[in-house]
Each structure stands twice: as structure tokens, then as C-alpha cells.
């Protein structure tokens, strides 16, 4: 059963669902071959619809594939590919579906975890029947959460505007015909899927930011970043984005989550290069004598995949050319570090706003905008692992210019890597130049500094890595591939990962996809990830586009399409795949 | 349906429930048990010594491997652990936990005796559990668990 639209009536009561909880549609993730079979025969006994899943990489692949196919996530806690905790990062920011965590340890510190990482709840192995039977709730209660956060995003309350045909709000926007009385009950699903305007204020429909506008709004967002390092304004960026139905107050409430957003990406990160390191996938560095080898050997914990897959196949890594001085003092301390193993994936982010011809390109990998942001290079493998040495390291990655000035110095920080709308000077294939940064030695960072843009490394454990967008030729990417992210971290609530930025990432994914012929895109993919989980600090993503053209990993690529595709589709439909995206709140439809 | 036989089996398994061999797992494995799947249980039981193999191996290299990696041990037997707990073979579960303690603590001595008593465990249950089969399945489907609650 899929709780589209409909449902959303009254909550639960619509008549499409009358027989909830029965067919509700569980994905089960558990390492143990036993258990799994059990928790499916169980499941069935409850009525659900059951998929096992015996990888968490797997689990993800398949909850990409099918963004809306399911509505709840069971998974264990200790699973040999990736830490449980990680893929309940990763599902809480990309699908915003309930997650319930098993495991067979009951103490209270894992269990606090998991409640920290977003899990609905804990359950401890053996598991019960009714125990099972209950986990409908999860799904309802998150349902309802979603339609309150809508609610109270446009204000709803006591406002009646009824408008009949078209009208035009104050900003000037026009209304598509909607009789608003009965908007209330409607929003819910409908905001996805009108093209509502802006009511005259109070009322504000709610805007749902797809990945088109919200990469639209990243470019702005970068422009001006470029420009005016500390200026970024929701007018600003409404004027560059140029979308006539959009309200300054709905940018200036996006801008505000995604701000949210990056700074949470931050400290997440800081909170995970304290302990241990973001482990990149091993990166088979396939990279052809690209211009930065930078081949730190990921460490070999594959955990997490979406994490961090940072997965620059060796070389990788963008050179970047770091004009300014600055940057290369990074770069090199990014390269240096990256050479060992090891290096986490930090970039300090050096003053932004130099000049920006600094490229970073990894071989057609950032191409460091002439704005912020700096990629330094980054290393093919690398392995998060060091988180420590990240960290001190690498303080403020990002650096947030304009006015996402929030971000806390950290250790690891997201990176973010915008794309790099001002790109003036991102070239596309700003290929690893000379001044690329040495051999993985050199990389350590991995996008370095974004001028200021939230470069926010994404700290392989969070799953922010995972959306690092990189874009593979910067071409294409220039602005694209940024934008996602930006928009992902936009007010993106840890969890409830924002639909929009997926969706956002999406297409900037696919054009990335289609422009490169890296295996950049799980890359991206992972980006984007990354940014809905970690803080959102408002960064001023004026990342260049980080090319990470060798990004060799095909199972990036694979991922990441997919996903993003889904999340776009899904966006319209079924508001379990809306994910409450806060940060959406003027229901802009989906364009 | 023999109802000896049948009667031995609840005997057999209100036994092994009192000793501490299983616990309400895997009572509940049984209700589990239906018409789809009627010998649910045994399957189970199969599954979770083919799969425990593995995991026990795993520690028992790691045991006699170079230095001692205290946090892998941990983990491997976390993941024996919850293994035990699918079938509720309670006894074995305990002399895990068992072992984890001594991870904790890096007692090697203490891990090398209690993964001993956790492999001695482990096969006294499935002697028992393999008779206890061969009781069901001599007492024809209707006794073979399903349902029967033994308290």
C-alpha cells in the first residue's frame, strides 16, 4: 500500500487505506541470515509487506532504487559493511522513512545512540511478535508530523483565505486556482503537487523546493556569494533565481534551513572526526594518471558505503589550483595529509574569497571556482579514518561566507562542495593543473576550502560524504551539481532529509551523470546525502564545481541516479517521501 | 500421531525450556510455525548452526591469531550473540555475554575458557535440538510444535 496523497485526508483515514496497517511495506536489514528469515516470517505474520536485506548497502541500494517502495526500515545496529547507525543516518536524510534499530545489546549508551542518530525506536533481539505488530505507528505518527510541520509552515492557523481562480498574492504571485478553504486538508499532498503560488501573506501555501529550484536557488545562492562574500540575502537570491511564483519569505525561510542544515552537517562531522575517522570506502584508484593522484588508501571499511563515499579513484583529486595563497597553503596541507593513508577528508577551507582562479580540479573534479570554494584536493581514497588528524586540521573547512557564517569551526567539516554557480572561473575541466596538488600526499582536505562555501567535509561517517557532490566535469556541473547540495543543506533537518535537496541533487546528479562519464556520480550521490544529515550550516555554497571527474567507483554512479530520480518522483507523490522538508515550506510545487 | 511420541516431545522441550537450554524464542518460533512453512523451526535451527559456524570460526582465529584484538572478539561474538538469541538458545547466550566480559576487560585467559564453554554449549544444544526434531517428526506434523505452548 502506498500512502500517497490520499492518505493524507485525515492523516491515516482515507478510504485507499482502510485496511492499515496490513500491507504496510517493511524493508528488513540484518547481517544475521536467521534472524532475518525470522523477523520476514514474523512480518508476514503481521500482514506487512517484507524485502530482507542481508547488506546495508544493499538496503540503501534498493531504498534508492524505489524512493517511495517502502515505508518503514527495520535494521540491526552491527552490521559488517556499514555501522547500523550510519544507514540510519543515511535513510533518515534521503528518505525520511521511519527506522527502527534492532540489536541484541540492550545497554543504554547504544540505545541513546540510536535515538540520537534519528532511530523511531530500539528494539532488542529477541523480538517479539508484538512488538512488530506495533511498528505501523511509526510510519502514522511520522505522518502526522509531516502534516503539522506543513501546517505550521504556512501559517495555517486561522487563516482562511479562500481563493477562488486565480489571484495574486502580494508578491505578485499568482495563485493557481485554488479554493484555499479546503487547502488545509488538501496541502498535505497537494502542496506537492501544485503549482500554488504564494497566497497573500499570511497564508503561505507551502513550496515544495524540487531539485530544479533548489538548485536554482543554490546558483544564486553561490553568485552571490561570490560577489558579495557576506551578502547573501533571500532578496538577493530571489532576484537571481528568477522564478516568478516564489516569495522572497519563502527563500528567506529555505536559506534559513539550509543554513540549518549545513551547520548541523558540521558538527556532526566535528562530532564524528573525534572519533575515529570517517572511513572512505576503499577506493580502487583506478584513476589514469590523473593529475592528483591522490590515492590515500581509503581505509578498508567499506562501511559506509554512502558515507564518504568519497570515492575519488585516485587522482582524483582536484588539483587545485590554488591561486591564492591560501588555498594552497591548504591544498598542500590537504595534500600532505592526505597522503598518509589515511587522511580524513578535511579541507581547510582558506579565506574563501580570494581569487578565485584557483581550480581545483581533480581531474575534472573541482574546478575550484574562482569563488570560495577550494577544493583541495582530495584524495582518491580516503579514508576517513583519520578523523583526528582531520580535524585538527582542518578547522573551519568551510568556511561559510556570506552570511552562512555559522559554521562552527570543526574538524571535519562537510564539505560541501557547491557547485560553484559564480564559476567564473570554474572551468569545466579545470583539469588537475599544475598546481595541483600533489599526489595524495597532498590531499587531504578533501574539498578544501570552498571559499567559504560550505565545504563541508563530508565526514565519511556521516553520511553526508555521501553527497558529496562531485561533479565530474565541471561543466556540467558548474552549478549544478552544487546546487543540490546546497539545497540539501539547506535547513535540512538531520533527519528528515530533504526531499528537495535530493531532489535537487538529483538533477544536478543527472547532469552530472550525463556530462561526465566519471563514476562521479555515487559521488554525488553521496553528497547529498551528506548534506541533509550534517548541520546545516549556512554556508554559503559557492562551491566551484568539484569535479571529482575520476571517481571511479561505478557503484557510485549507479547509486546515485537512482536515487535521486526516485527522490524526485517520489516527491510529488507520496508524502512519506516528502520528507518534511522544513525547509520547504512554502509549498513551491515541484517543478 | 503417535501420542508417545508426541508426549515425549512436549516433555522433551518443557525440559530443555526448565534447564535453560531455550527460552521463549523458541516458543515462539513455533507459533511461528504454519502451514507454509511447517517445519518453520527446524529450518530455523538449521540455519543458525550452519550460520554460527562461521561466526564461531571467525572468533577462534582471531583467538589464536598474533595479539589479541579484544574489540574484533567483541564484535564477532556480538554478532554470535544475537545469532543464539534467534532460536533462544539461552545457555549459549549466556556464556557469550560471558565472553564479552572478559573482552572487556582483555582477560585472554578469560576469553580462551569462556569461548570454550560457548562452543561445548553449542553443541550439547544441537545434540539435544536433533533429537528433539526427530521426536516431532516421528510425532507426526500436528505435534511438531505449531502452536503448543509450553509453559
Keep these: ?591 | 500421531m503417535d501420542k508417545n511420541l508426541s508426549q515425549r516431545q512436549l516433555d522433551m522441550k518443557r525440559s530443555l525450556l526448565d534447564q535453560g537450554y531455550l527460552d521463549e524464542q523458541f516458543i515462539q518460533l513455533e507459533e511461528l510455525q504454519d502451514e507454509d512453512s511447517p517445519n518453520f523451526v527446524e529450518e530455523m535451527v538449521t540455519t543458525f548452526y550452519n550460520n554460527s559456524a562461521r561466526l564461531l570460526e571467525n572468533i577462534e582465529q582471531a583467538l589464536v591469531t598474533g595479539p589479541i584484538d579484544f574489540a574484533k572478539l567483541d564484535n564477532y561474538m556480538h554478532q554470535f550473540k544475537g545469532s543464539s538469541s534467534s532460536i533462544g538458545a539461552t545457555r549459549v547466550k549466556n556464556e557469550c555475554t560471558r565472553f564479552r566480559e572478559h573482552c572487556t576487560a582483555a582477560n585472554a585467559e578469560g576469553c580462551i575458557r569462556t569461548f570454550l564453554r560457548v562452543k561445548q554449549e553449542h553443541t550439547i544444544l544441537r545434540t539435544k535440538l536433533e533429537t528433539y526434531f526427530q521426536l516431532a517428526r516421528q510425532a507426526g506434523p500436528s505435534a511438531s510444535g505449531g502452536g503448543a505452548k509450553v509453559r
Design chain 1, 1 to 591: 500500500m502506498s500512502f500517497s496523497a490520499p492518505l493524507m485526508e485525515n492523516g491515516f483515514s482515507s478510504p485507499r487505506n482502510e485496511s492499515f496497517p496490513a500491507g504496510l511495506r517493511v524493508l528488513v536489514v540484518d547481517d544475521d541470515p536467521t534472524w532475518l528469515k525470522i523477523l520476514e516470517k514474523m512480518l508476514k505474520k503481521c500482514s506487512y509487506e517484507v524485502t530482507t536485506c542481508g547488506l546495508a548497502r544493499e538496503a540503501l541500494k534498493l531504498l534508492r532504487e524505489r524512493k517511495d517502495g517502502y515505508d518503514i526500515v527495520i535494521s540491526d545496529v552491527n552490521m559488517p559493511d556499514m555501522d547500523g547507525f550510519k544507514l540510519l543516518e543515511h535513510v533518515g536524510l534521503e528518505m525520511d522513512l521511519p527506522v527502527l534499530m534492532m540489536s541484541v545489546d540492550g545497554e543504554t549508551s547504544r540505545v541513546m545512540k540510536g535515538v540520537q542518530h534519528g532511530a523511531c525506536d530500539y528494539l532488542l533481539k529477541p523480538i517479539r511478535m508484538k512488538e512488530l505488530r506495533n511498528i505501523w505507528q511509526h510510519v502514522f505518527r511520522k505522518k502526522i508530523h509531516e502534516i503539522r510541520d506543513i501546517e505550521s509552515h504556512d501559517s495555517f492557523d486561522g487563516i482562511q483565505i479562500s481563493i477562488n481562480g486565480s489571484d495574486l498574492s502580494d508578491d505578485g504571485h499568482m495563485f493557481c486556482g485554488e479554493d484555499l478553504t479546503s487547502v488545509r486538508k488538501r496541502k498535505e499532498f497537494e502542496n506537492k503537487h501544485d503549482d500554488v503560488g504564494d497566497h497573500s501573506s499570511p497564508k503561505k501555501h507551502r513550496v515544495v523546493w524540487s531539485v530544479d529550484l533548489h538548485q536554482k536557488f543554490v546558483k544564486a545562492v553561490n553568485q552571490i556569494g561570490f560577489d558579495s562574500k557576506y551578502e547573501v540575502g533571500p532578496k538577493k537570491i530571489l532576484d537571481l533565481m528568477n522564478v516568478p511564483w516564489l516569495t522572497r519569505e519563502n527563500v528567506a525561510s529555505h536559506l534559513q534551513k539550509y543554513r540549518l542544515y549545513l551547520s548541523r552537517l558540521q558538527k556532526e562531522n566535528d562530532l564524528k572526526a573525534s572519533f575515529g575517522g570517517i572511513k572512505l570506502s576503499d577506493l580502487p584508484s583506478k584513476d589514469p594518471a590523473g593529475s592528483f593522484g591522490v590515492q590515500s588508501s581509503i581505509s578498508g571499511n567499506q562501511n559506509d558505503v554512502p558515507n564518504g563515499r568519497y570515492q575519488y579513484s585516485g587522482e582524483n583529486f582536484f588539483a587545485q589550483d590554488l591561486d591564492t595563497k591560501n588555498h594552497e597553503g591548504d591544498l598542500k596541507r590537504v595534500v600532505s595529509e592526505s597522503t598518509d593513508t589515511k587522511s580524513t577528508l578535511t579541507a581547510d577551507l582558506p579565506d574563501p574569497q580570494e581569487t578565485r582562479s584557483s581550480q581545483m580540479s581533480f581531474d575534472h573534479s573541482f574546478a575550484s571556482l574562482d569563488s570560495e570554494v577550494n577544493y583541495t584536493a582530495i584524495p582518491a581514497q580516503y579514508s576517513w579514518s583519520e578523523a583526528p588528524q582531520f580535524k585538527e586540521e582542518h578547522k573551519p573547512l568551510l568556511q561559510l561566507e556570506d552570511g552562512f557564517s555559522q559554521l562552527p569551526p570543526s574538524g571535519l567539516h562537510h564539505i560541501q562542495i557547491d557547485p560553484l554557480q559564480s564559476a567564473s572561473s570554474i572551468t569545466s575541466g579545470l583539469s588537475v593543473t599544475g598546481r595541483e596538488i600533489c599526489g595524495p600526499e597532498k590531499i587531504k582536505p578533501l574539498y578544501a576550502q570552498f571559499n567559504g562555501n560550505h565545504v563541508s567535509l563530508l565526514s565519511p561517517k556521516e553520511s553526508a560524504i555521501d553527497s558529496f557532490p562531485v561533479q565530474s566535469k565541471s561543466h556540467m556541473v558548474k552549478h549544478q551539481s552544487f546546487e543540490p547540495i546546497s539545497t540539501a543543506i539547506s535547513g535540512m533537518k538531520p533527519q528528515g532529509f530533504n526531499l528537495s535537496c535530493i531532489t535537487d541533487f538529483e538533477s544536478c546528479q543527472r547532469n552530472l551523470i550525463s556530462a561526465t562519464d566519471t563514476t562521479f556520480a555515487p559521488f554525488n550521490e553521496d553528497l547529498t546525502v551528506c548534506w541533509l544529515q550534517g548541520d546545516c550550516h549556512s554556508m554559503n555554497f559557492e562551491l566551484p564545481n568539484v569535479e571529482f571527474t575520476d571517481y571511479t567507483d561505478p557503484g557510485f554512479i549507479a547509486e546515485f541516479p537512482i536515487y535521486l530520480c526516485d527522490t524526485l518522483t517520489s516527491d510529488n507523490e507520496c508524502p512519506f517521501d516528502t520528507p518534511e522538508y522544513p525547509i520547504v515550506d512554502q509549498g513551491l510545487f515541484l517543478s
